[in-house]
C-alpha cells in the first residue's frame, strides 16, 4: 500500500534533480468563474507539467529509484506515461522504447521520437500493446516502467497532491480526479488519506474503476471513446484498487459528449488547451454529475495537454 510516507520520500528523490520538474500552478477561482456552484474551484495546471502531463513525476521517481541497465527503460503506454518516461530518460541520458497501441494520437508519438524514443507500434489497444512491451523486455531486460502500477509510480504522482495542498496552505473539501488505470488517484488518495473527499472520474465507455466497484473486484472492461488513448486500460491498477478501497469516496461515469464539451469550454474560456482526459472534472460540475455542497471548495487536476490544438477548438 502506498502512504504519505512513500510520497515525501518520492518528493526528497525528486528533488534531487532540480530543474526536471515543474511547480505547476494552481490557480484558485470562484466557482461563479467557471458556471458551476461552489465557493471555489481549484485548478491544478498539471498539463503545464514537463512532458505535458503528472506522469513525468512518477516515471522519473521510478527510474532514479531503480538501477538502470544499458538496455535502457521500455513502457507501454497511450501516450502520456511514454512521453514522461522518455523525457526522464533523456535527462538521465538512458535509452528509451515506448510501445503504443493504434489508438495512441500521432501528436504523442511524434513527441515520443522527439524526445529521442524509439516507438513501436503494437495492437488495438493498451493492452495488446502492453503484452508486446513485455516480451520485449524479458528479451532486453530493460527496465520496465509501468504506466500506472508500480509503486515509485504511484507515489511518483501522489507528490501532485502533496504540491496542491503545500501551495494553498490546506487541502480542498474535495478533489475530483480522472481515472484510467488509477495511478494518479491512488496517489493523490493516499496522500489525502481521508483528510478530504476524493471522487473518481471516468469516461462511461472506458469504466475501469467504476466496473471494480460493482463486482467487488478487479475486472476487465472494454474501453473506446473520446479519452481512450489516455485513460484506456482495460482493468484497474491492483494498487489503485487497494488504495481507492479506503479512501475513494465515490466513482462517477461522464457521457463523451460531458467531456469534450468542458474541454471546449476550457480552451474558449480560460484558453488552456487540454486533452480529454483533463477535462473530466469540469464535466462533473458543469454536467451535474458531480453536486457540490454550499460552500464547498473543489479541486480539478488539468492533468495532461498532449492532444492535436486542432481538436480542440
Known amino acids: 500500500m502506498i502512504d504519505r510516507s512513500a510520497i515525501a520520500a518520492a518528493s526528497q528523490r525528486l528533488a534531487s534533480r532540480p530543474g526536471f ?14 458556471g458551476v456552484p461552489c465557493a471555489q474551484v481549484w485548478l491544478k495546471l498539471e498539463q503545464l507539467q514537463t512532458g505535458g502531463s503528472f506522469k513525468a513525476r512518477g516515471m522519473m521517481n521510478r527510474l532514479l529509484a531503480n538501477p538502470v541497465p544499458e538496455s535502457g527503460v521500455i513502457i507501454a503506454s497511450g501516450g502520456n506515461a511514454g512521453i514522461a518516461t522518455a ?9 528509451c522504447e515506448v510501445f503504443v497501441p493504434e ?69 480542498p473539501d474535495t478533489l475530483l480526479v480522472s481515472v484510467g488505470g488509477g495511478g494518479l488517484i491512488a496517489g493523490v488518495a493516499a496522500w489525502v488519506d481521508s483528510r478530504a473527499h476524493v471522487v473518481a472520474l471516468e469516461p462511461e465507455r472506458a469504466p475501469t474503476l467504476h466496473s471494480a466497484r460493482a463486482a467487488g473486484r478487479p475486472v476487465d472492461v472494454d474501453v473506446g471513446g473520446i479519452a481512450a488513448d489516455s485513460l484506456g486500460a482495460r482493468r484497474i491498477g491492483d494498487i489503485a484498487w487497494q488504495v481507492a ?5 465515490a466513482s462517477l461515469l461522464l457521457t463523451d459528449d460531458a467531456i469534450r464539451a468542458a474541454q471546449q469550454w476550457l480552451w474558449r474560456e480560460l484558453k488552456l488547451a487540454v486533452e480529454p482526459a483533463a477535462a473530466l472534472g469540469l464535466a462533473a460540475l458543469q454536467s451535474g ?25
Not at 520538474?21 to 467557471?34: D, E, F, M, V, Y
Not at 523525457?87 to 535509452?95: I, N, P, T, W
Not at 454529475?289 to 477548438?313: F, K, M, W
Open 289 to 313: 454529475a458531480y453536486r457540490p455542497r454550499e460552500g464547498e471548495t473543489v479541486a480539478l487536476i488539468l492533468c495532461g495537454a498532449n492532444c492535436d490544438p486542432a481538436g480542440v477548438a
Open 87 to 95: 523525457a526522464a530518460a533523456r535527462a538521465l541520458g538512458v535509452r
Open 21 to 34: 520538474l515543474r511547480a505547476t500552478p494552481l490557480a484558485q477561482l470562484s466557482g461563479a468563474a467557471l
Open 103 to 171: 489508438v495512441s494520437p500521432e501528436a504523442k508519438r511524434a513527441r515520443l521520437r522527439q524526445l529521442g524514443a524509439e516507438v513501436m507500434v503494437r495492437g488495438a489497444a493498451y493492452s495488446e500493446a502492453l503484452q508486446a512491451c513485455l516480451e520485449r523486455q524479458q528479451a532486453t531486460g530493460a527496465l520496465l516502467t509501468h504506466a500506472y502500477d508500480q509503486p515509485e509510480v504511484v507515489a511518483g504522482a501522489g507528490t501532485l497532491a502533496q504540491e496542491i495542498e503545500a501551495q494553498a496552505g490546506r487541502l
Open 245 to 249: 478501497q479506503q479512501h475513494v469516496h
